[in-house]
């Protein structure tokens, strides 16, 4: 079955600018969680959602946001960049079931210029 | 907000050698626990997983081991190969609320 996608792979922006990202799933999957990736600070939990529904939030500021569609797709929205918001940004699925892995996008790489 | 800690960022270790990766974590709630592997350019990919019933398991050459007292887990490689050069990343997850947090990562290079 069809992996973990995220679009777009590259974009650059500049600063004071809003950019959305998305991730579509794996089929059947409902939960869906982003992270950022920087170097030296690994893989920073951003939010996790389930059914269309936030469940889990980590420690960024409300310029960063996201929805999840009933069809499971999610986006991510980021506004005012900032320069410190260059990374890679990361989506993973998962059914939300416990003790099951999540499985991870190949990420969408935002340079704010 | 580091509930996840991989305090070595970087490893290298001679082929064929055992390679020993550490993550502590804080968060009690944490029951289940994860090893990531990450080449450039892709996703992390799942690799072996622990319940916090168990102390051990194993998948082939990659161990898991996990201290509940101490709040310390450890992927063990045996033996390590070159392909397996890659960032490796710890997971913790608190299964009640599916909360799964990460550490900063440990890149691992394995010398021919």
């Known amino acids: 079955k069809a992996g973990v996608t995220q679009t777009p792979r590259y974009l650059i922006k500049t600063r004071g600018q809003q950019v959305t990202l998305s991730c579509s799933p794996i089929?059947?999957?409902?939960?869906v969680s982003w992270y950022q990736q920087t170097p030296g600070q690994g893989l920073q939990f951003l939010f996790e959602?389930?059914?269309?529904?936030?469940?889990n939030k980590g420690n960024f500021p409300g310029r960063f946001s996201g929805r999840q569609f009933s069809n499971s797709r999610s986006e991510m929205n980021v506004s005012t960049l900032e320069l410190g918001d260059s990374a890679l940004y990361l989506c993973?699925?998962?059914?939300?079931?416990?003790?099951?892995?999540?499985?991870f996008g190949q990420g969408t790489r935002l340079t704010v210029v | 907000d580091q509930q996840v800690k991989q305090n070595s960022p970087s490893l290298s270790v001679q082929e064929g050698r055992i390679s020993i990766l550490n993550c502590d974590y804080t968060?009690?709630?944490?029951?289940?626990f994860l090893w990531y592997k990450k080449y450039p350019a892709e996703g992390p990919t799942f690799l072996i997983s622990?319940?916090?019933?168990?102390d051990k398991n194993e998948d082939g050459r990659f161990t898991v081991f996990l201290n509940k007292s101490a709040k310390h887990l450890s992927l063990h490689i045996v033996p390590s190969q070159p392909g397996d050069s890659a960032v490796y990343f710890c997971?913790?997850?608190?299964?009640?609320?599916?909360?799964?947090?990460f550490g900063a990562g440990t890149r691992l290079t394995v010398k021919p």
């Open positions: 993973a699925s998962s059914t939300g079931q416990a003790y099951t892995e999540a499985f």
């Open positions: 089929s059947g999957h409902r939960s």
């Open positions: 959602y389930f059914s269309e529904t936030q469940r």
């Open positions: 968060n009690s709630m944490f029951d289940y």
């Open positions: 622990i319940s916090s019933i168990k």
């Open positions: 997971a913790a997850s608190a299964t009640y609320n599916n909360d799964m947090r």
